[in-house]
C-alpha cells in the first residue's frame, strides 16, 4: 500500500491469489493494497474510491519523487504534521481534515512506521503514475475484463466494521452490490468479515489485534467468482 489507510489489506496482501489479467480493479480502492502489491506484475490499474480527499492524496502521490517523499517524511521532526500522506498514519479520518487545513499531533507510532511506510510508497511511485484513479462509486468502474479486488466497507452486524470510513456500510445496498460482483467480466475476488451473508462468503484468515489483556479476533472471508463449490476452496 502506498499510505496507510483504515481497513488496509497490506497484511494480507500476499495471500489473496495472485491477478489473472494485466488489469486491476478496485472499485472501493483506499490505498489500494492489493494492487500496490502486485505493480509490478500487471499493466495497469483501475481505482475508484468514493472519498474525495483520497483521491486527491492519490493524484498528489502520482506526482511525486523519492525526494518529494523525503521532504514529507521531515514532518515528522516536528510536533505536528500536515502533509494527508503523514495524517493517513493516524487513522484514514485525519486526510480529509489535513486536507481541510488541518494539523495533526506527531506520534510515536508515525515515527517507528514511516520507515516501512515511506519504503512501500517508493517502491509504488513508478507504477502508480500510469494507473488510472478516479471519484466516484462502485457502479462507475468500467465493466472490463480484469481481476477485480472489492473490498468495500464491511457489513457486520452490531459491530463497528465499516465504520471507520466517511462513506460506511450503511450507505450500501449489499443485495445490488452481490448482483453487480456476480456480474463482473474476469477474475472477481470480494473481501468480507463474518458473519456477512450478501454472497456466499468462504473463510479465509483470522487476524487479532489489541493489547495482551484485550485481543479482538477478525474472521476474513472471501468469495470468488471462480470457485462457486464449498468442497473446492479448502486446497486453493
Known amino acids: 500500500m502506498p499510505f496507510a489507510y483504515y481497513g488496509a489489506k497490506h497484511g494480507l496482501a500476499s495471500q489473496y491469489p495472485r491477478p489473472r489479467h494485466q488489469v486491476?480493479?478496485?472499485p472501493f480502492a483506499g490505498s489500494a493494497a492489493y494492487a500496490c502489491y502486485h505493480a509490478h506484475r500487471i499493466d495497469h490499474a483501475?481505482?475508484?474510491d468514493s472519498d474525495p480527499a483520497v483521491v486527491m492524496l492519490w493524484h498528489e502521490l502520482q506526482e511525486m519523487t523519492p525526494a518529494d517523499v523525503d521532504l514529507i517524511g521531515r514532518q515528522l521532526e516536528q510536533d505536528r504534521i500536515s502533509h494527508a500522506l503523514l495524517a493517513g498514519m493516524g487513522g484514514s479520518s485525519t486526510i480529509a481534515g489535513v486536507f481541510g487545513g488541518k494539523t495533526r499531533a506527531t506520534t510515536p507510532r508515525m515515527r517507528e512506521s514511516w520507515p516501512t511506510v515511506s519504503a512501500r510508497i517508493k517502491r509504488a511511485?513508478?507504477?502508480?503514475?500510469r494507473w488510472q484513479i478516479s471519484h466516484g462509486t462502485y457502479t462507475d468502474a468500467p465493466n472490463i475484463e480484469a481481476t477485480w479486488f472489492v473490498d468495500p466497507p464491511y457489513q457486520v452486524h452490531g459491530s463497528m466494521a465499516g465504520a471507520g470510513?466517511?462513506?460506511?456500510s450503511s450507505l450500501l445496498d449489499f443485495g445490488e452490490l452481490g448482483d453487480w460482483c456476480r456480474g463482473r467480466q474476469g477474475f472477481t475476488m470480494v473481501c468480507e468479515q463474518s458473519p456477512a451473508e450478501w454472497l456466499p462468503f468462504h473463510p479465509f484468515a483470522t487476524q487479532s489485534n489489541g493489547?495482551?489483556?484485550s485481543i479482538a479476533t477478525r474472521h476474513e472471508l472471501i468469495w470468488r467468482s471462480d470457485l462457486e463449490?464449498?468442497?473446492l476452496w479448502a486446497a486453493v
Do not use: A
Open 24 to 26: 486491476i480493479v478496485e
Open 46 to 48: 483501475v481505482l475508484i
Open 125 to 129: 511511485l513508478p507504477h502508480i503514475k
Open 165 to 168: 470510513y466517511r462513506q460506511p
Open 211 to 213: 493489547t495482551s489483556s
Open 229 to 231: 463449490q464449498p468442497t
